[in-house]
């Protein structure tokens, strides 16, 4: 009481605090008349003045206001658009690296250019990351004239570009891009053999957009660079077919976790299936000999029965496509790890392809904790503000918005099943539409959006279905979800960054209806007839009650329920949202207390009738806190086990840059040579152990197996005073000698080049081999926890021991190479850039298998765009090796399509890499 009390006189910290930055918008709104009697040419050479005065020692916090007021009055003047008061505060909030949680349509996108442009100033580069493709390109184009037009370079990284694209973009003072794009940029360069190839510079700055989506939702899933192997598609096949026969009473399933186990019965039942089937190399399911085929077993009995078609994926074009089970988008080109994508296909009788091996992954926690500075702005984050802080060190800030909000927010409704439910929903939605007010409908799934569809149908309500199949569409649907009378049917949070105007959005509509006229008078008035259009419209979706947002299910994200209703009372319009709710919800039947909820409602309501209690409803908000417990539990305990990663990752590519940046690598490969001949005269010569207790055969057989050499060891040991540092003094002066000749036989700079290639080539070898072992590891380690034993310390304890024995093997194998290599001479090879193949790139998440990501092709490197060329299209080049123009470049090929001139290549590695 005595806080609430306190809370009412003296603000919360929040309000607080946003006071105290009017301070520094008072000293901005002082500057603006000063600012707007600038010329256009003096205004842009602010950025020039700037500069030097960074240079001359101030600092980004001594320019703010007169940076500020300048971005401001360049707005206007470029977009027509100048920053509120409120929007000032939170470019000081992004600057300062907090979140700046602001409402839906306040202008988040315009806010950003604050803190982009005064952080790009120091010519570090910022990074301004979006949570899709379409929305990193319409920022970096919409909020690049900007940007230019003050004198600032931009980019933007998206799918399918190649190399030069990639490094030109980077190299802008801001560049826009995906979550994904940039941590699989990451994890590329830290796989390429040269410093050229590389196309990120070091971190300096990052914006994130949607912070809460980026950095919460999708954080139960790393990023994962994978390659294929061995091809099992009969061994899926089978195995589908063995899970197809299992009975019910064989397994215990789990929703909350989707974990699915066998039960003693269904484990001796599946054995016979598995042994008549020839599947089984012993009559013991669970011999050592089968772990493979249980692996996949386990696999496709979560695919059967955990995986739902049009929930958790679609199948188009005779693929298994993800859905994204956050955004309801499709995740073309993403893949389920270990086995559960093949399953899926199996099950669906797709072609399967082949399983993906690890090759480089990292968290977005780790990805992000590594810029010096992150900043991060969104309508939702007060709710996992503790998080944001714990994980990322980042304060939640709550920015008032710059007309109060009016829309009203009504209690839930709760009806007996999903039946009843949708035929209110589908009544309720006729009664709006037929009073003109627009209706923004949010469902969890494929399914429920066309079931919900149907209904409509019979009600004869015209609308629109916005999910993964449309996704193409997603904007131009949501951007018109509100005009008079529009019916939008949207999965989850699709469309999220698309501003819902009422009336109508005036820049799409020019778009759809007059893409085909061309710049003229014709074309302005068409625009000023559209723009009084949307106007007049506007006023009667006003009169109508504005927005109405209806919600067919609770999310299990409280976050997610207010993302959805903040899609309405836009810059204080009007609105209304509203939830319908039923027994047969995932949240109600999986997470509710269904007894006391079943018991009550099975009794007191009839078929039809709906209820509506505030009780219900913090019975329902309390179910959402323990699945977001628990899902942070989950976003904890995957960084957790990443942190143990990331310090050897670390180590790893801090070694990788060193040998990239070095001329020669001649004291790393001695010292490995040295560790390599102690560890082999340790292992057979004990430290203060007696010569007759020495492994002399084995120290023989060792040391040729290595490093391919006979010593005298026989001779040595007639010797008086013999001692294990002897041998090792004695072995490493003969392969010093070996090492010596066969380098005065070969040309100096051509074998540093091939101590350099080999020494990067086995460390990437090794360090992909030691990925695998710590996913296997991960995967069985919390079976520690039957022997009282906390399964993260066991990790911890074995990923070091495994390091370490990583690192000896790396040493004897580069040792091993290099002395017994022969070198041919032969004319000295072109300089080019090692190849890195077209790696497939996931999301997944390692508990379950789930892919959370939409990240294109982009793997090209800068050899893959050249070294392609030299094959079938090197014909073309003309006079000096200059490529004549693409004479392909007007029919709008696919990059992934076949070249049309025949060579069998991909268009955007033959013709298509001539743009």
Not at 287 to 301: F, G, P, R, Y
């Amino acid at each position: 009481m005595l806080k609430a009390l306190s809370k009412s006189i003296f603000g919360s910290s929040n309000d607080r605090y946003v006071k105290s930055l009017g301070k520094i918008v008072n000293e901005i709104n002082a500057l603006e008349e000063q600012i707007q009697a600038l010329s256009d040419e003096e205004l842009q050479g602010q950025t020039v003045k700037f500069r030097q005065q960074l240079a001359e020692g101030r600092t980004l916090d001594d320019i703010l206001p007169e940076a500020f007021a300048t971005v401001r009055e360049a707005s206007v003047r470029v977009l027509g658009m100048r920053h509120f008061d409120v929007q000032m505060i939170g470019g000081i909030v992004l600057h300062r690296g907090e979140i700046s949680e602001m409402k839906t349509g306040e202008g988040k996108t315009l806010v950003a250019t604050l803190a982009t442009y005064l952080n790009a100033l120091s010519g570090k580069g910022v990074h301004v990351v979006t949570v899709n493709d379409y929305l990193a390109s319409r920022d970096a184009e919409w909020m690049g004239r900007l940007h230019n037009w003050m004198g600032l370079t931009v980019g933007v990284i998206v799918p399918n570009l190649n190399e030069f694209e990639r490094r030109e973009a980077y190299g802008s003072d801001i560049t826009y891009g995906t979550n994904n794009e940039f941590g699989f940029d990451y994890l590329r360069d830290n796989m390429k053999h040269d410093k050229a190839q590389m196309v990120q510079r070091p971190f300096n700055y990052a914006i994130v957009d949607e912070v809460d989506s980026i950095l919460i939702d999708e954080a139960r899933t790393p990023l994962i660079i994978s390659g294929p192997t061995e091809d099992k598609t009969d061994l899926y096949v089978t195995i589908d077919e063995v899970v197809k026969k299992v009975d019910e009473d064989w397994y215990e399933a789990d929703e909350k976790t989707k974990n699915i186990s066998w039960t003693e019965d269904g484990i001796e039942e599946v054995e016979k299936l598995l042994i008549a089937a020839g599947l089984l190399e012993t009559d013991n399911l669970y011999d050592v000999e089968n772990t493979q085929v249980v692996h996949h077993l386990d696999q496709a009995l979560k695919a059967n029965i955990m995986f739902k078609k049009d929930t958790d994926y679609i199948v188009k074009d005779d693929k298994v496509v993800i859905i994204d089970e956050f955004t309801g988008r499709m995740m073309d080109g993403r893949r389920w790890s270990n086995g559960l994508h093949q399953a899926v296909e199996a099950k669906e009788g797709v072609k399967i392809e082949p399983e993906n091996q690890t090759m480089a992954s990292i968290t977005f926690q780790n990805y992000f904790r590594m810029y010096p500075k992150l900043s991060g702005m969104t309508g939702t984050a007060a709710t996992e503000a503790s998080e944001f802080w714990d994980i990322y060190k980042m304060n939640v800030v709550e920015i008032p918005t710059n007309v109060p909000v009016a829309r009203i927010d009504e209690e839930d409704e709760f009806y007996k099943n999903t039946m009843d439910k949708f035929a209110a929903i589908a009544k309720a939605i006729k009664e709006k539409q037929e009073t003109g007010q627009p209706v923004l409908v949010g469902t969890v799934s494929i399914e429920k959006s066309e079931l919900l569809s149907q209904f409509l149908d019979k009600e004869g309500v015209k609308h629109e279905v916005l999910n993964a199949r449309q996704h193409e569409r997603e904007a131009h649907i949501v951007a018109q979800a509100g005009r008079m009378g529009a019916v939008t049917i949207a999965t989850n949070m699709a469309g999220r960054g698309t501003d819902i105007q009422l009336g109508g959005n005036v820049e799409f509509r020019v778009g759809d209806e007059l893409g085909e006229i061309e710049e003229g008078p014709n074309r302005d008035a068409a625009i000023e007839r559209i723009k009084q259009e949307v106007r007049e419209e506007k006023q009667r979706v006003l009169d109508a009650g504005g927005l109405f947002v209806l919600g067919t299910e609770r999310h299990e994200s409280r976050r997610i329920d207010n993302q959805l209703r903040g899609r309405s009372g836009r810059q204080g319009d009007p609105g209304l949202s509203r939830f319908y709710l039923c027994l047969e919800d995932d949240l109600l039947r999986i997470f509710g207390p269904d007894t006391l909820f079943a018991r009550m409602m099975n009794s007191n309501l009839e078929d039809g009738e709906a209820i509506g209690s505030k009780w219900l409803s913090k019975a329902i908000e309390t179910a959402q806190k323990k699945v977001e417990a628990r899902n942070y539990d989950v976003r904890k305990q995957v960084v957790e086990y990443d942190d143990v990663m990331n310090d050897q990752r670390k180590v790893i590519y801090e070694q990788r840059g060193e040998i990239m940046d070095s001329e020669t690598v001649d004291d790393v490969v001695l010292d490995m040579r040295q560790d390599t001949i102690a560890a082999l005269v340790a292992q057979s010569c004990p430290p203060g152990s007696y010569p007759e207790q020495w492994d002399v055969e084995g120290l023989k057989a060792n040391v040729n197996e290595v490093l391919g050499l006979n010593p005298p060891i026989d001779e040595w040991l007639e010797e008086d005073q013999i001692e294990p540092e002897i041998f090792e003094e004695r072995i490493s002066a003969m392969a010093a000698e070996v090492m010596d000749r066969k380098v005065a036989e070969s040309d100096p700079q051509l074998w540093r080049r091939v101590e350099k290639s080999i020494l990067l080539d086995r460390l990437d070898h090794h360090w992909k081999e030691h990925l695998a072992t710590l996913d296997a590891l991960r995967q069985v380690v919390w079976l520690r926890a039957h022997a009282q034993k906390k399964p993260i310390d066991e990790y911890k304890q074995e990923a070091f021991g495994l390091f370490e024995s990583m690192l000896d093997t790396l040493r004897q194998d580069v040792t091993g190479i290099l002395i017994k290599s022969e070198l041919r001479m032969a004319p000295p090879p072109q300089e080019s850039l090692p190849d890195l193949p077209d790696f497939l790139t996931g999301h997944i998440d390692p508990l379950t298998g789930l892919d959370n990501s939409n990240d294109g092709d982009g793997s090209e490197t800068q050899a893959a765009h050249f070294g392609a060329l030299a094959g079938s299209a090197q014909a073309a080049a003309g006079p000096g090796g200059h490529f004549p123009d693409n004479p392909y470049a007007d029919q709008n090929i696919s990059r992934n399509a076949p070249c049309p001139c025949g060579s069998g290549n991909k268009y955007k590695h033959c013709h298509g890499a001539m743009a």
